[in-house]
């Protein structure tokens, strides 16, 4: 298998690793922060807005299975990618929707899929499409939140079920447990 890696942010990292973890062809994803200045940042030092930082998901992936320009038209579907620097509640350059490609190709996808995905909007996709930067994993707490304790989280039990509702009801063949049927 030829792993690749993709790596998006679309507001709160539990939120966008909720949807895919599901999601077949996906082999790993890791919450994290990229696009800021300072070193090492902490989970504290990203949501107090000044390091310049996304929250992130970094998503390993078989191409095989699934196809980055689909994996982008996921992306594109399971947030709102015509807010710019949030999502819902949460406000600030930490939440922006953003693309990070690893190559030339994977930049040329996404601007393709980010103009495939907008007759789909009523605004303007705002999603930016920044460089490759440093990813550093966010602290270990933060991997599978939803499956642990986010189930018991207000904030996540109001804003991850209806992600993935859509998602089931959008992508129904593209998820896990339906892909072996």
């Known amino acids: 298998m030829a792993e690749e890696i993709a790596t998006v942010a679309g507001g709160c990292f539990w939120c966008v690793e909720a949807v895919f973890q599901d999601i077949a062809g996906v082999e ?3 919450s994290g922060y990229i696009g800021g200045s300072v070193v090492d940042p902490t989970y ?9 930082h996304a929250e992130g998901l970094r998503i390993r992936f ?20 015509t807010q710019l620097n949030r999502q819902g509640n949460d406000v600030g350059t930490q939440y922006r929707s953003a693309i990070f490609p690893h190559s030339p190709e994977q930049e040329a996808e996404a601007r393709a899929a980010k103009a495939r995905n907008q007759p789909d909007f009523d605004q303007p996709i705002v999603t930016t499409i920044e460089p490759d930067d440093i990813w550093y994993p966010a602290e270990d707490y933060h991997q599978g ?16 079920p209806p992600k993935l509702a859509k998602l089931r009801k959008s992508y129904a063949a593209r998820l896990k447990e339906n892909a072996a049927s």
């Not at 078989?62 to 990618?81: C, N, R």
């Open 28 to 30: 790993s994803v890791e």
């Open 44 to 52: 504290k030092q990203v949501c107090g807005g000044n390091t310049g």
């Open 62 to 81: 078989d191409p095989a299975v699934l196809s980055y320009g689909d994996l982008l038209d996921i992306f594109f579907h399971t947030h709102d990618p």
């Open 145 to 160: 939140y939803w499956d642990g304790e986010g189930q018991s989280n207000p904030y996540c039990l109001a804003v991850i």
